[in-house]
């Protein structure tokens, strides 16, 4: 499966970064987040689309979205009609992160109506029906090396946007 | 909300496994799910992983999806 990617480090390139992910995301819009979990060290993941089980013995009875997005550990608000209903931090206590879990769980089986990337600040707005909102808001200034968020596609390929302004569009099959 | 330090520890233990990127998603499921079973790690309260205990988790995922 090819492999395209892009470091938009050209200012006049950054346009191009919203654009191109519309496109490769296009499809998704319309889906319904089926489900809302969380993987090791806290990751969001969003599943849509069509669900099926998890292809490993442990994990059969868990099930997988044909679209699977994940925040990594970029910082998440979610919003309803313009209000917060709860911000996250790397540095929340563990009360804090149990309320954000449930209070995110307004998502579950809501239709996405559009994704949305901020071409200078690589922020992600997820916009769900009835007015809800997830954004992501990274830290350009991240030094860590980890993509911002990421989007398993049912292209078997796996969208990942960040560090910075590097994109990436892979085969899910890829070695690390 | 999502830790870094966590999160970077899965991508290593990916790398030095040689996960592909589908594994590696599993990979954090799985560790989430032990943890939720009571077979979580002893690095704190929360049943969260050492260093040591990631590879041994990842050598028993592994095996299990060769054994399926």
């Known amino acids: 499966m090819a492999t395209v990617s892009l470091l938009a480090t050209n200012p006049q390139i950054k346009p191009d970064l919203a654009r191109i992910i519309s496109m490769i995301t296009q499809p ?13 060290g806290d990751e969001l993941e969003l599943d849509f689309g069509e669900m099926t089980p998890c292809d490993h013995p442990k994990l059969a009875h868990l099930l997988k979205g044909s679209w699977r997005f994940g925040a990594r550990a970029t910082p998440w608000t979610l919003k309803h009609i313009d209000r917060v209903l709860v911000s996250t931090s790397e540095d929340d206590t563990g009360e804090e992160i149990l309320f954000a ?33 997830l954004i992501l808001e990274p830290n ?6 980890l993509a911002y968020w990421e989007l398993f596609m049912p292209t078997e390929q796996v969208l990942t946007v960040g560090s910075g302004y590097f994109w990436d569009c892979k085969s899910i099959h890829e070695r690390h | ?54 590879r041994q988790k990842a050598e028993e995922f592994l095996h299990d999806f060769e054994e399926s």
Request: charged fraction near 30%; hydrophobic fraction near 35%.
């Open chain 1, 28 to 40: 998704m819009i319309g889906e319904i987040c089926r489900q809302i979990s969380f993987s090791y």
């Open chain 1, 101 to 133: 879990k449930e209070v995110i769980k307004q998502l579950e089986n809501k239709k996405l109506n559009e994704l949305i990337v901020d071409a200078e600040t690589v922020g992600l707005t997820l916009g769900f029906e009835d007015n809800y909102q």
């Open chain 1, 140 to 145: 350009l200034d991240d030094d860590s090396g």
């Open chain 2, 1 to 54: 909300m999502g830790k870094k330090l966590d999160i970077k520890q899965i991508n290593s233990i990916a790398k030095e496994f040689n996960m592909s990127w589908q594994v590696r998603k599993l990979f954090g499921k799985f560790l989430e799910q032990e943890k939720a079973s009571s077979y979580g790690g002893t690095l704190n309260a929360k049943g969260d992983f050492t260093w040591e205990e990631l």
